[in-house]
């Protein structure tokens, strides 16, 4: 199972917004509405940002959001703050009845 | 609250064996699959494998596959990761992770532990 793919950084300043994309094959993003967004600060647990797609966990900001089209899946963050500068992975179901992660994608905060 | 603690993990020759554990509270245990990711130092995450609350399914990461055996005890709220065949590119620091719900595989992780350190060196 290849890894999904997503951008290995992106950046924006504070009050902007910014997308990060996750893409993959029909036998994981395409195939199943079960994508989920972690944040990973250094040295910390990853963190559930968003799962099926576009669903915030209790205690989440609305400052994060997240689609589907086709076969690539998007993480959208507006009003950058400081504290969104972290490491982003996207995760996907699989019709192996596994589960994939992209490479990750650096968010930097201008 | 919700708590995963991670032991067992350390140094192992190539070719050796590791007993990871993860215990859990917070939640009922046996409702819940369970997972463990991976993270090889300065690299992205892998998911290993996963494993349901009952009826025991079990999967695996084609890189495991066939080393690598997930087992869990629900009277003692305990997942574990046998792993045999130890090789220098299963370094890495290993979290346990609750899922959200079973979909027939693990498909997101809604709580994770801290991690622990497995290194294989000689």
């Known amino acids: 199972q290849s890894a999904l793919t997503q951008p290995a950084s992106v950046s924006g300043s504070p009050g902007q917004s910014i997308t990060i994309s996750c893409t993959g094959t029909s036998s994981d993003v395409g195939g199943y509405n079960y994508v989920s967004w972690y944040q990973q600060h250094p040295g910390k647990a990853p963190k559930l940002m968003i799962y099926d797609v576009s669903k915030r966990p209790s205690g989440v900001s609305n400052r994060f959001s997240g689609s589907k089209s086709g076969n690539t899946a998007s993480l959208t963050i507006s009003g950058l703050q400081a504290e969104d500068e972290a490491d982003y992975y996207c995760?996907?179901?699989?019709?192996?009845?596994?589960?994939?992660f992209g490479g990750g994608t650096k968010l930097t905060v201008l | 609250e919700v708590k995963l603690l991670e032991s067992g993990g350390g140094l192992v020759l190539p070719g050796g064996s590791l007993r990871l554990s993860c215990a859990a509270s917070g939640f009922t245990f046996s409702s819940y699959a369970m997972g463990w990711v991976r993270q090889a130092p300065g690299k992205g995450l892998e998911w290993v494998s996963g494993m349901s609350g009952i009826n025991d399914i079990t999967n695996y990461a084609d890189s495991v596959k066939g080393r690598f055996t997930i087992s869990r005890d629900n009277s003692k709220n305990t997942l574990y990761l046998q792993m045999n065949s130890l090789r220098a590119e299963d370094t890495a620091l290993y979290f346990c992770?609750?899922?959200?719900?079973?979909?027939?595989?693990?498909?997101?992780?809604?709580?994770w532990g801290q991690g622990t350190l497995v290194t294989v060196s000689s």
């Open positions: 992770a609750k899922d959200h719900r079973w979909v027939g595989g693990t498909a997101t992780f809604d709580y």
């Open positions: 995760s996907s179901y699989t019709t192996s009845s596994t589960l994939v």
